[in-house]
């Protein structure tokens, strides 16, 4: 246990804007993971493997020479046609099931991408230099690698393009519209089939990009992928299916608690306290629902 | 009754014969039946009660932790142990090793117990995929946290007490055998003596519509924590049990290991049949012979063949093989077919 945290306020300024710019990376991973739940009804674990696996891209484009910022336009068009791919073997026979069936296939799925990318690229931590340098506050006070900030700034870029495109197109309107009835969808013409192939791409495309920026910031390792499907779920579960601000304002808040508890507890209680968050939240949320006699279907 | 008789008594002849017969499996065969012991309790909550968790791997390393933990902490200072990690400063007598172990194991399989009476109010209260989702959070984070802690070997693992010098490996492997054999008999008695009771029924009641259950003055909350903790009991006396076999305790690859054992436990059940007393016993064998013959020919993929294989499972034989086996003969599990009927849904099919 540390307390530095409480003795040095500058130490707070630092853990709170880490913080927040990490969950701002958080909440893009989460908007994919609500935008697949609300429209198809899955939980998917392998959402935090597609996520390293888009790292990697901008990895490898890092090793080739590329500057790893390139990574960030790559890498979604790479992981879109994955996402495809993946949902025409699998996931198309697991939209209409029980969730549970999604939750386990998808464990498959995901501990078969750990460890064909454990084979591809090696178990080793990795790691693409932007070399984009480090910002000081308040007289060096706070210290901020340029890359984070440049990492939030493309997240929200692409978050806000995805909320107009949702908008505003025609294949937007149809995803909406099976996520709010998938047979009248079907009724009024709209090939639930494709939308069900695009959500999943988009789905796997946002996980790219987020990737590639996780990959610029901090590390990459083939297995960190289920911390960030947790992540996401939880953020989705704080904030609701279909609330945006709720999602990029819940990612924030799980940002900072991260920082604070690497500060306070260790860094080698950090991935822990993540998961321990998630149960108490699902807990909270329990004796919520049970004080006011619903139930969620 | 008379023909089940006859098939209990050569199962345990075979069992308790099996080290001698196949001196070269022993360590095979008791790995076996742990994986039976966990898929039977997963069964109880996955399959009767529908309550799909992953969190009985929590029990399981808690387990194996408090087995190991006692066993050597009854003769000699814990930390110091894990201090020198593999190295033998301490070194225990048989008869040390053996009230060692059978202290361990009693408080292996009574301190999980608690716990899940303790969390089961909280956790047992959500639904579905919450559910299954939280359970798995717990497992993780359990493996996260006893990563963290110095006593029990922080990142650099535990090294149990290895077994005393009285007749060398045969004799390790024939103790070792005859543990889990004896608490897979124990499991099998209680599982299949809890299924001819009230109490399975309830368990089906809640699994197939808990709201109703509870309409009909069931307090399903004291029967899920009561299922949960068997389930609980015998995963602490397993993971026990394994910790002694491995000799070895990581606390993400060996005892808190939801990638491996915590899946396993699920699929098993599933192969087999959720819900019946016989699949998760037929599904951990078949499960137990394929991964072998895959973790052997396929040396480095087997985590590549494991993922197929949950997919493939999952997806394509959710029934597993007793679901299989009952939609095939209906008549041996003893329901009347309407031929009429039948052929009437063929048509409609």
């Known amino acids: 246990m540390d307390f530095m945290v409480f003795q040095y306020p500058m130490i707070s300024v630092q853990a709170c804007l880490d913080g927040i710019l990490l969950g701002i990376l958080f909440a893009l991973i989460a908007y994919g993971m609500a935008l697949q739940w609300g429209v198809m009804n899955i939980i998917n674990i392998a959402q935090g493997d597609l996520v390293i696996l888009g790292g990697y891209i901008a990895y490898f484009m890092y090793l080739f020479g590329i500057h790893p910022a390139w990574g960030v336009i790559v890498a979604p068009i790479i992981m879109y046609f994955v996402g495809v791919g993946l949902y025409k073997l699998v996931i198309n026979k697991v939209v209409d099931r029980d969730l549970f069936i999604s939750i386990l296939a998808t464990f498959g799925i995901s501990i078969l991408f750990m460890q064909l990318m454990n084979f591809a690229f090696g178990a080793d931590v990795v790691l693409a230099n932007s070399g984009y340098g480090t910002t000081f506050l308040f007289d060096s006070a706070v210290v901020l690698p340029n890359s984070k900030i440049f990492s939030a700034f493309v997240s929200i870029l692409f978050a806000i393009c995805l909320v107009i495109y949702m908008k505003k197109s025609k294949l937007g309107r149809a995803i909406r519209a099976t996520a709010q009835n998938a047979r009248a969808a079907k009724i009024l013409g709209v090939d639930t089939e494709k939308v069900y192939a695009a959500t999943f791409g988009i789905n796997a495309a946002l996980c790219g990009v987020a990737g590639a920026l996780i990959s610029i910031t901090f590390t990459i390792h083939p297995y960190m992928g289920l911390p960030y499907t947790i992540r996401s779920f939880m953020i989705v579960i704080v904030a609701g299916l279909g609330n945006l601000p709720g999602v990029a304002l819940s990612g924030m808040g799980l940002g900072v608690f991260e920082e604070f508890a690497d500060y306070i507890l260790g860094t080698e209680f950090r991935i822990g306290a993540v998961f321990l968050l998630l149960v108490l939240i699902l807990v909270y949320r329990r004796f919520k629902l049970s004080r006011k006699r619903e139930y969620l279907k | 009754m008379n023909k089940n008789l006859i098939l209990y008594t050569a199962i345990l002849i075979f069992g308790l014969s099996a080290p001698f017969i196949l001196p070269a499996f022993k360590v095979q065969l008791s790995i076996l039946c742990v994986l039976i012991v966990l898929a ?310």
């Open chain 2, 40 to 349: 039977l309790t997963w069964n109880i909550q996955g399959g009767e009660m529908g309550y799909n968790t992953f969190g009985n791997i929590l029990f399981y390393g808690l387990g194996m932790y408090l087995c190991a933990s006692v066993q050597v902490g009854m003769f000699f200072p814990l930390a110091e142990w894990t201090e020198s990690g593999g190295e033998k400063t301490f070194v225990h007598t048989p008869a040390q090793f053996f009230q060692g172990m059978a202290v361990g194991l009693v408080v292996a399989a009574v301190i999980p117990t608690i716990v899940a009476g303790l969390i089961g109010y909280s956790i047992l209260g959500l639904r579905g995929h919450y559910f299954a989702i939280c359970t798995l959070g717990l497992g993780v984070a359990a493996g996260e946290i006893s990563g963290g802690i110095e006593i029990i070997g922080a990142g650099q693992g535990f090294t149990t007490p290895p077994f005393p010098d009285v007749g060398g490996l045969e004799a390790r492997g024939e103790f070792f055998y005859l543990l889990s054999f004896g608490a897979l008999v124990l499991t099998f008695i209680t599982v299949r003596a809890i299924y001819s009771t009230r109490f399975k029924l309830i368990l089906n009641a809640i699994r197939d519509n808990e709201d109703k259950a509870e309409a009909m003055g069931i307090q399903t909350m004291k029967y899920k924590i009561i299922g949960w903790m068997i389930s609980a009991f015998f995963c602490g006396l397993a993971g026990g049990i394994m910790g002694g076999l491995v000799g070895y305790i990581d606390s993400t690859d060996v005892a808190f290991d939801g990638r491996e054992m915590g899946v396993f436990m699920v699929l098993m059940a599933i192969l087999g049949g959720k819900g019946t007393l016989w699949g998760p016993v037929i599904g951990a064998t078949v499960f137990h012979i394929f991964k072998e013959g895959f973790w052997t020919f396929f040396l480095g993929w087997q985590y590549v063949a494991l993922g197929i294989l949950i997919v493939v499972i999952v997806i394509y034989f959710p029934e597993g093989i007793m679901g299989w086996l009952r939609e095939k003969y209906p008549e041996k599990f003893g329901e009347v077919v309407d031929e009429a009927d039948r052929k009437a849904q063929i048509e409609l099919k």
